[in-house]
């Protein structure tokens, strides 16, 4: 049982929430993620580790479904049932250079994670931070404190720049000299960021947020199509070359429980009713 | 006087039980025990106890059935086996202790699997027996919670030790409690064993990956010693065309999120299952005899296609017999070299026809393709059973511990492994084999542990 701390609203549907987890706080390595069981007869989900303090894992999540509304629902003092973790393999702790990081809806709470790592490592940030409109910007302070250029874009044009965050990037690509690019947000988005820069040859690193059970290497439902063959995202991942994955293998796999996700949805919108 | 048959195992339905998840085989009455009992020789050389991984002595707890003394017969065989309901229920029975009994050479052996899964339940609830040493408070940890490390830390504890048991998943028990299904051996009892274990003093820790919450490093700070018994759960792929279809899935993952996550009473439980229509599961061995049965529970039809024949499957025979009883249908010899699917999802396996030809080494015969003969079986799901490869997690975090080509570790005959005081055993040894061996590898190791201890 792991106690629930603190829990704070960031953007809409989104929260922060801080979790007594002492011994995962110390094991933590930026790019590692936790497998959270909100209950007992729970779903194992995973969510990365946002920040740390001595006692607590911090996490950010966007409450989608039936897990991360039930983690939503929760209350400060309340116990979560399990947490598994860290796990994943950690960031690269290397200089390369001139790094872009571009971080799509909710993929910037792990953005945070990873810039400041890639700060601290000595590496020049430039920011990409998309949304779909302004009230869904997350973290556009903390980007902004390690990046030496943050360019926002939203679908809708409420805020920064109106339209996509491969714009932005094809015209920093055209501009300067890019040694990195690494890139976390829904799929289609580091698919579409992994097709403009393949042909350029510049090195891109993905999140990849495939469907996970175990996260220790050993159900392999997290599996994607990786250079010619076939990987696990939990223990060779997240971080994957986006040049590598198959997107064909992963697209249609995080979809897989479209149709019992929505089961699960509809009795707990019953329940609270 | 006519040699007698065997007396049968009660066991449900096959037509009911394709419908629910409850145990297959029922469990033999006191009244079927000492029937089946008395069939025994009490053999002068018993060679049944050469057959059984840990020797139990087969002979005198049969003996002690006989006599009606079903306590003494349990403890009897607790001095070699920790968790007699487990064994006795999944053991492969018929290449292990029945193989060797004297009867078998008339095809009825004693029914040795079966008596002994009688004691166990007979006894397993009422207050234990057991005798323990003086707490020493030294600790001890053992890595993983499957038969090895149970066995182990069940050893250790009652010889005082402080025993601290590491868990990555959020439940214990390792295959026993992800992998095998209810229907074969009910969680009821691998919980009940576990309790016992607490009971004892033993400390268990879930949640706990070694090699990414603790390194091996810290554990060797904080231990006197430790034993490894991470089992071999990574899933082998077929590596052929296709296999990341929607759809397809290892028996881990289908297995893990049936027992493990409990699926099969999804939505009540969050984790969903596909409950596929026509299903193909590849392998045939117990893991792929158990996701057919799965298979078959939520509903589908079920067909098994493995690369040699009947003769080499590697499951138990009893699960082979009670998957064609629930209506599982065999493709035999054929192998899958292709995947087809639509939108993402797969839709059949392309296999071709085997010959069998010259026997290997082990002596089993090698599976050539016939040419020309690939088809296509229709199907919404596949669930590939092909076997198990140790997981690298920790070897990822401890490149000093000695491997072998495979990933397996490396002990020497005191199960010590190239790094002092660092013990190993089950699966993560000898590659994917048996719960009694594992029960066994972890039961020895103790010994050599407790010395290594002692005489430091
Ligand atoms: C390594 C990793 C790190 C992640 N970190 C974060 C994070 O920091 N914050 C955050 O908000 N989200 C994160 N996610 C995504 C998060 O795990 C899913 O949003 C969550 O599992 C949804 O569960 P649900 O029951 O609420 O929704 P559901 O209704 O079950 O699913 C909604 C969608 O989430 C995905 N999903 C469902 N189940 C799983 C599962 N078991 N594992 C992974 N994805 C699943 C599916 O694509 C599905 O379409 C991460 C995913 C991965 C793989
Ligand atoms: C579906 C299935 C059916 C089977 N049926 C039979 C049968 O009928 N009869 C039979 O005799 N045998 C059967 N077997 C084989 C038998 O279960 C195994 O041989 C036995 O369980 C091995 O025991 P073990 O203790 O070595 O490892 P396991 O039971 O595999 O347990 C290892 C445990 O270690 C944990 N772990 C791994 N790495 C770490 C880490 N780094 N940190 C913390 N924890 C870790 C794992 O999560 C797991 O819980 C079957 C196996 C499967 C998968
Ligand atoms: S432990 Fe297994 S092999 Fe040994 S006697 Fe019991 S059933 Fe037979
Ligand atoms: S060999 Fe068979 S008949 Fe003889 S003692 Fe053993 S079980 Fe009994
Ligand atoms: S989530 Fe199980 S292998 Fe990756």
Redesign the pocket.
């Given at each position: 049982m792991y106690e629930l701390v603190d829990k704070e609203l960031v953007a809409p549907d989104?929260w922060k929430i801080k979790v007594r987890a002492p011994h995962i706080a110390k094991a933590y390595k930026p790019g590692n993620?936790v497998i959270v069981l909100p209950h007992e007869r729970g779903?194992?989900?995973?969510?990365?580790v946002?920040d740390t303090d001595e006692e607590n894992i911090h996490?950010?999540?966007?409450?989608?479904?039936?897990?991360?509304?039930l983690l939503g629902k929760m209350k400060v003092g309340e116990q979560i049932q399990d947490i598994m973790g860290p796990t994943?393999h950690a960031f690269p702790s290397q200089k390369f250079g001139n790094v872009v990081l571009i971080a799509g809806g909710?993929g910037a709470?792990?953005a945070v994670p990873l810039g400041k790592h890639l700060r601290a490592c000595g590496n020049n940030i430039t920011v990409i931070l998309g949304a779909r409109s302004k009230n869904l910007l997350l973290f556009e302070k903390e980007l902004q404190d390690i990046s030496e250029k943050l360019i926002i874009t939203t679908d809708d044009g409420s805020y920064g720049v109106k339209g996509f965050v491969t714009d932005a990037l094809r015209e920093i690509l055209s501009n300067e000299v890019v040694d990195l690019v690494v890139t976390i947000g829904p799929a289609v988005m580091m698919k579409a960021v992994s097709d403009i820069t393949r042909p350029l040859k510049v090195k891109t690193l993905v999140?990849?947020?495939?469907?996970?059970?175990c996260g220790t290497g050993m159900c392999g439902?997290?599996r994607v199509g990786y250079k010619d063959g076939t990987v696990l995202?939990?223990i060779e991942?997240?971080e994957l070359d986006g040049h590598m994955v198959d997107w064909n293998t992963l697209l249609p796999r995080?979809?897989m429980?479209?149709e019992e996700?929505a089961i699960?949805?509809s009795l707990l919108d019953n329940e609270s009713r | 006087m006519p040699l007698k048959d065997r007396i049968p195992m009660p066991e449900q339905d096959p037509k009911l039980r394709i419908t629910n998840f409850d145990e297959v085989a029922l469990g033999y009455t006191e009244e079927q025990a000492l029937m089946e009992a008395s069939r025994c020789l009490q053999c002068p050389n018993p060679t049944c106890i050469q057959g059984c991984p840990v020797n139990i002595d087969i002979k005198a707890f049969i003996g002690l059935i006989q006599e009606g003394k079903f306590k003494e017969g349990y403890y009897k065989i607790k001095e070699k086996n920790n968790f007699p309901a487990m064994t006795g229920r999944v053991c492969p029975q018929e290449i292990q202790c029945e193989a060797s009994c004297v009867l078998a050479k008339m095809g009825k052996p004693i029914a040795i699997g079966r008596l002994e899964r009688f004691l166990a339940d007979h006894e397993m609830y009422k207050p234990q027996q057991i005798e323990t040493e003086k707490k020493n408070h030294i600790p001890v940890a053992c890595v993983g919670t499957g038969p090895a490390s149970l066995a182990a830390a069940a050893d250790l504890a009652k010889k005082g030790y402080e025993v601290h048991l590491f868990e990555a998943l959020h439940l214990p028990g390792g295959v026993l409690s992800y992998g095998i299904p209810e229907f074969r051996l009910p969680k009821k009892i691998v919980n009940h064993e576990i309790m016992l274990l607490s009971d004892l003093g033993v400390l268990i820790h879930t949640d706990v990956i070694i090699g990414k919450t603790y390194t091996l490093q810290q554990l060797r700070r904080e231990f006197k010693s430790i034993f490894l018994g991470t089992g071999a759960g990574a899933p082998l792929l077929l590596r052929v065309p296709g296999e990341n279809l929607n759809g397809i899935f290892t028996a881990n993952e289908f297995l893990i999120r049936v027992n493990l996550m409990k699926a099969y009473r999804f939505p009540e439980f969050?984790t969903p299952i596909k409950k596929g229509k026509e299903v193909v599961v590849v392998g045939a061995g117990n893991v792929a005899m158990d996701a057919a049965r799965t298979a078959r529970r939520l509903g589908a039809n079920v067909t098994v296609v493995y690369r040699r024949s009947r003769a080499e499957m590697p499951s138990r025979a009893e699960e082979v017999q009670h998957a064609e009883e629930e209506g599982i249908h065999m493709k035999l010899p054929t192998n899958p070299v292709a995947f087809h699917g639509k939108d993402g999802w797969v839709q059949s396996v392309e296999v071709v026809s085997m010959q069998l030809g010259s026997p290997d080494e082990r002596g089993r015969r090698k599976p050539i393709p016939i040419e020309g003969s690939n088809y296509e079986i229709y199907c919404d799901q596949v669930i590939v059973a092909i076997g198990t490869t140790p997981n690298p997690i920790l070897k990822y975090s401890t490149p000093e511990l000695l491997l072998t080509p495979h990933g397996n570790i490396v002990v020497d005959e005191q199960y010590q492994t190239n790094i002092p005081g660092v013990f190993a055993g089950g699966d993560i040894v000898t590659g994917s084999a048996t719960v009694i061996e594992a029960l066994g590898a972890g039961k020895k190791a103790a010994i050599y542990i407790d010395k290594f201890i002692k005489g430091a």
């Open positions: 989104i993620f779903e194992r989900i995973p969510l990365t946002f996490i950010v999540f966007q409450e989608v479904g039936k897990s991360t509304k994943g909710v709470a792990t999140s990849l947020n495939s469907i996970m059970v439902a997290c995202t939990c991942g997240p995080l979809s429980y479209k996700e699960s949805l | 969050d």
